[in-house]
């Protein structure tokens, strides 16, 4: 795992995506681009990826714009909200994590899983 600073580095400097990855095989999840899979390998969090994919057959988000942020307790619990725009739709609990950053938002674009400065 990357350092802090590090982490924070590739969420600063990723410029527009180049390509887009598939994170499963099951239809409906969505894709991610180049700067989300580096960061997902930097920070080990994949598994963020996968609590966003989860969700996605909610009716309730909107597939064209939603927000995701994952926020990290000092106890190492932390929580992923998922909201369409500014309205929470998502909260699921996450009991331990070793995610170095205490906060982080994603974006999801007609399917499309990316970092802030992606979009």
Do not use: H, K, R
């Given at each position: 795992m990357k350092t802090k600073q590090e982490i924070?580095?590739?969420?600063?400097?990723?410029p527009n995506p180049e390509g887009y990855h598939a994170i499963s095989p099951i239809p409906g999840y969505p894709v991610a681009t180049d700067g989300v899979i580096?960061?997902?390998?930097a920070?080990?969090?994949h598994w963020l990826l996968d609590v966003i994919g989860s969700h996605q057959r909610d009716k309730r988000l909107d597939p064209s714009f939603q927000v995701w942020r994952l926020e990290v307790s000092k106890d190492k619990s932390a929580t992923v909200r998922g909201y369409n725009d500014t309205?929470?739709?998502v909260t699921q609990s996450?009991?331990?994590t070793d995610f170095p950053l205490d906060e982080l938002k994603l974006f999801v674009i007609d399917g499309v899983i990316m970092l802030p400065s992606e979009y």
């Open positions: 924070l580095d590739i969420l600063n400097s990723t580096v960061l997902a390998e920070a080990g969090c309205e929470l739709i996450i009991a331990v």
